[in-house]
């Protein structure tokens, strides 16, 4: 499924304030160039030390599903922001949600050992680049990110908040802008919750 500014445009949250649609469509009628993908200055710091749905952290722990190794890795959370802020009780312990951040320049590589053509590869690219990959969401180069990196959304881990929360080394790489922010769900959406899914259930 192929994801454009004008199917994005017909998904405009109606909650959002007048000032947030109208950066909204301007963000929208620029991507993918020229658009933000995080938030800077008193915004950033607002929420520096918040858990946000689409924040990127490090050093969350991962466990091999083949060797049972435990690693550190810097991921994405996919939960939402609701489901494990601190500050919502709940009578059974929360997980957290997240999928990891990879460099860009990784993934091609590995493209590149598997001996698909360079012509691919950068077709590929592009492709990734204007978020036209449903298994994929494209992090460009800022705030937290030296390079450009990708989020595997078909690579799915969790970690018990508790642990989050006692992790003294962690740390906050980014928080999505509200275009960020609003293409990150919406390319949630279309990986994990399509209807058109070509079964007959009936």
């Known amino acids: 499924m192929e994801i454009s500014a004008a199917s994005l445009h017909d998904q405009i949250p109606y909650y959002l304030t007048r000032d947030q649609k109208e950066g909204l469509l301007k963000a929208l009628k620029d991507f993918p160039r020229n658009t933000h993908y995080y938030l800077t200055g008193q915004y950033k710091e607002e929420y520096q030390e918040k858990l946000l749905q689409g924040d990127g ?31 919502n009780a709940r009578e059974l312990p929360v997980n957290i949600v997240f999928a990891p951040i990879v460099p860009l320049s990784a993934y091609s590589a590995t493209l590149e050992k598997g001996g698909i053509s360079s012509e691919k590869i950068q077709q590929k690219i592009l492709a990734i680049k204007a978020q036209q990959i449903t298994t994929i969401f494209y992090l460009p180069v800022g705030d937290g990110l030296d390079k450009d990196h990708i989020v595997l959304l078909d690579d799915i881990h ?35 919750c399509r209807l058109h899914e070509g079964v007959n259930r009936a």
């Open 57 to 87: 952290w490090t050093k969350l722990k991962i466990l091999n599903f083949y060797t049972g190794e435990k690693a550190s890795i810097n991921g994405i959370v996919l939960s939402n922001t609701c489901d494990v802020t601190p500050e």
């Open 158 to 192: 969790t970690i018990p908040a508790k642990a989050f929360e006692q992790e003294t080394e962690k740390s906050k790489q980014f928080t999505l802008s509200l275009f960020g922010f609003y293409l990150f769900v919406f390319k949630l959406s279309v990986h994990f």
